[in-house]
């Protein structure tokens, strides 16, 4: 009685569902984060959102230095000799080869994780991570089940469990030969950042940046959510270090906004720092974008012709407006920070001559912000308003610019990517309208493109602007225009006409604004598309309406 009761314990190690328990456990642990991330109340976008970011850190590291790369992958193999030896030559085989088939079914998770980000999101930016998944899923299937074949003899019956296996086999050798050529050196690489010029490095000048929280609205505060808790909204200031022997009295305004879920000064030093170098102050204005009002869960927003009507508007226009309240008291007047006082001594910050700009959510507030300021006489020198991958604008009333007196001198860039996943390039087509008054070449739509090329690839993604997605593409595509903006509008504060000139003529003329570089081969970048009226004259943009 005792041998049957044995035997019978042990059945279930050798049963039918035991493998595919084991393959699902390890393929539910892969989504073990986001699982448990959507348990806890965050949205679908939120809970999958570190991955995505490991994701990338990731790709930056093995997309770095090929030659490094190679080096990962022959240890691969390496180790899976060793694993191989001394799993069969030990006891445990059967207990070895079961976590096998366990990390069989992460890997099977992860590349999962992969192939829906990359759908919805990232549109084939990474090719040596899923590279990589492939090329140890590839070993973890040698390891587990030898080498692909349907039987062993002829006598033998085709299982379930070798067709998956050979399936596998063919999934890892079908997702590492895109990445080969790139690994091996072949494929042609992207071209260098600028060394001069606009798109080099930021500067001239070094910067600092200082920051002061400001007192949240309380019908704000008492609505806010949970994935905002450990931020302390504030301004955030970046001026430039500029030395004393230079004949410079007064220095443009900045103010840039970040865009939705994204209230970290971390992911727009780039940005901020290629405007604050070229001799201009940058106030970062964090204001709360995870906000729940009453109904909110409910309530079916409508967006019509790049509008929206989101019940968080209302509450984040009045924490943007709270924001800039305190800004203004911070850099402006008499009574500006002692911090910014000691930094720039006798050099006052012009508000006359004015940046206004921001990513996503935050390119939609700019016009926020351009009702707040062009109110009290900013911008009526010089302005420049830069929208990049804007989402949606708000329909309400109280949240309408009043445009119809901006200066001569202004200059409206709205950038699109073509691979936009979170917002699309509609919002921005249609926020062109809103500046129609303006001369052609003072309204641009400016649409970056993806280009699949070469390794590694680039990929005009909604997150282009921000640092964790940084790539030659931007250093082209982006902050090449954001220094020529910073050079126009600091030439203007300071009457520099020629400068001014240069930089207008750098951002209208077709050769010099859309040229992208060539790879190493010598195939142009695509370049950048123009449009200047792109919702009534470009069938590129017909689907939006």
């Avoid at 699109?416 to 070449?441: I, K, R, W």
């Avoid at 009457?495 to 003529?505: G, K, L, R, V």
Wanted: with cysteine.
């Amino acid at each position: 009685m005792e041998e049957d009761i044995v035997v019978s314990s042990s059945d279930w190690r050798t049963s039918f569902f035991w493998q595919p328990i084991l393959f699902t456990l390890g393929f539910l642990l892969a989504f073990s984060e986001v699982i448990l991330r959507l348990v806890q109340g965050t949205g679908a976008v939120d809970a999958i959102w570190p991955h995505a970011v490991r994701s990338l850190e990731w790709t930056v590291v093995l997309r770095s230095s090929t030659e490094q790369t190679l080096i990962l992958f022959m240890i691969v193999p390496v180790l899976g000799y060793f694993v191989n030896r001394w799993k069969t030559e030990s006891k445990y085989e059967r207990s070895a080869n079961e976590a096998l088939l366990i990390l069989v079914g992460l890997l099977s998770g992860l590349i999962t994780i992969h192939f829906v980000m990359d759908v919805f999101y990232l549109r084939g930016a990474f090719l040596m991570l899923p590279m990589f998944y492939a090329w140890v899923f590839l070993w973890l299937l040698l390891l587990r089940g030898g080498m692909p074949r349907l039987r062993t003899t002829a006598m033998e019956g085709i299982s379930p469990a070798r067709v998956a296996h050979l399936l596998g086999v063919f999934l890892a050798a079908w997702m590492l030969m895109p990445g080969v050529p790139a690994l091996v050196g072949f494929a042609p690489s992207p071209p260098d950042a600028p060394t001069i010029g606009y798109g080099s490095n930021p500067g001239p000048y070094e910067t600092m940046r200082f920051s002061e929280q400001y007192t949240m609205p309380s019908d704000v505060a008492a609505i806010r959510g949970n994935l905002e808790d450990d931020v302390i909204f504030s301004v955030h200031v970046t001026l430039p270090l500029i030395p004393e022997d230079k004949p410079v009295e007064t220095i443009p305004l900045g103010i840039l906004l970040h865009g939705f879920g994204y209230p970290d000064l971390d992911a727009y030093t780039y940005w901020i720092d290629h405007l604050a170098a070229k001799g201009m102050a940058v106030a970062l204005l964090q204001y709360p974008s995870d906000l729940r009002p009453e109904g909110y869960e409910s309530f079916e927003a409508t967006d019509v012709e790049g509008t929206s009507d989101f019940l968080q508007h209302e509450y984040r226009n009045t924490a943007i407006r709270a924001a800039i309240d305190h800004m203004e008291k911070m850099v402006l007047g008499e009574n500006r920070s002692m911090t910014l006082d000691n930094t720039l001594g006798n050099i006052t910050i012009d508000p006359t001559s004015l940046w206004v700009g921001g990513h996503s959510l935050g390119g939609a507030y700019t016009f926020i912000t351009l009702d707040e300021v062009l109110a009290k006489g900013w911008g009526s020198r010089a302005l420049v308003v830069a929208l990049e991958s804007p989402a949606s604008r708000p329909m309400g009333m109280s949240m309408q610019p009043n445009l119809t007196n901006l200066p001569a001198d202004t200059m409206v860039q709205i950038a699109v990517t073509e691979d936009d996943m979170s917002v699309g390039v509609c919002p921005g087509a249609y926020h062109q309208q809103m500046f129609s008054a303006l001369p052609d070449e003072r309204n641009q739509l400016i649409e970056v493109h993806s280009d699949l090329y070469g390794f590694p690839r680039l990929v005009a993604s909604h997150y282009l602007q921000t640092n964790p997605a940084y790539d030659r593409l931007a250093d082209w595509g982006v902050y090449r225009r954001i220094d020529a903006q910073a050079d126009f509008l600091v030439a203007h504060g300071r009457n520099d006409t020629f400068t001014a000139d240069w930089a207008f003529q750098y951002m209208t003329e077709e050769e010099t604004l859309t040229n992208m570089g060539k790879w190493s081969d010598g195939t142009p970048v695509l370049p950048l598309s123009v449009y200047s009226d792109a919702i009534n004259t470009e069938t590129r943009f017909s689907d939006c309406s």
